[in-house]
């Protein structure tokens, strides 16, 4: 089986804190994906990364950057949290060709910033 | 651009009822089409996949999806629901060549015994 695993369920930070967010997928996978998912907005796409070191960015990267030193992980940070970035965030992670659409999901890491 | 639109926000269906989740998407070629479920505190799992040919596709957990390209519909059907089906859906359109999906906003489904 797919495994998927993120750093934290529940994370709580105050505002201007660094936070990171770490992704591990156990199936050699070429992509991963940081969402975020917020009522009524379904999953919007951060960034994301094809391959060790390489990244692209997504629909709503502002306000946070991303690391992939290894091909298992991906790391997302908020240089200086804010509270508008409390929310579900969700990694993913696909092999590389038509088959890279089927994601496969982390449990997720709920952010509260105060 | 590509988008998809789910129109129900949130749906109450009985137990052991049929269900319908409506999808449809706005896309310029021949669309990749996912249905993906995520159950109350867990991630998202793929329902079912539309790539090509027969427009009926079988997912698991006994879902099927139908491809109207004529609608730019994919919706979600299965006969019979049972309490555990209750969960949000996501539709979701892929990206071209960047292995990128678009999701819908979701639809909440809650199941009366």
């Known amino acids: 089986d797919v495994k998927v695993t993120q750093s934290s369920r529940y994370l709580v930070k105050r505002t201007g804190e660094k936070v990171f967010l770490e992704c591990v997928q156990d199936?050699?996978?070429?992509?991963m994906f940081w969402y975020r998912q917020d009522p009524g907005l379904g999953l919007r796409l951060i960034y994301f990364?094809?391959?060790?070191?390489?990244?692209e960015k997504g629909d709503i990267p502002e306000g946070y950057s991303v690391s992939r030193e290894k091909k298992e992980r991906f790391s997302l940070i908020l240089e200086s949290a804010s509270t508008n970035q409390t929310s579900m965030y969700l990694c993913a992670s696909s092999p590389w060709g038509r088959r890279g659409y089927e994601q496969y999901f982390g449990p997720g890491t709920r952010l509260t910033v105060t | 651009a590509q988008s998809v639109t789910q129109p129900d926000i949130h749906i109450t269906v009985s137990e052991g009822a049929s269900l319908e989740l409506r999808c449809n998407y706005s896309?310029?070629?021949?669309?990749?089409l996912f249905w993906y479920v995520q159950s109350p505190g867990q991630g998202l799992q793929l329902l079912l996949k539309y790539f090509s040919g027969d427009t009926l596709v079988q997912g698991i957990k006994g879902f099927e999806a139908e491809f109207k390209r004529s609608q730019s519909s994919f919706n979600l059907r299965k006969p019979s629901v049972h309490w555990s089906d209750a969960a949000e859906y996501f539709c979701a359109v892929g990206d071209g060549a960047t292995n990128k999906l678009i999701f819908g906003t979701g639809t909440l489904l809650a199941v009366q015994p």
């Open positions: 990364s094809y391959d060790v070191k390489m990244k």
């Open positions: 199936m050699d996978h070429e992509n």
């Open positions: 896309y310029g070629a021949t669309p990749y």
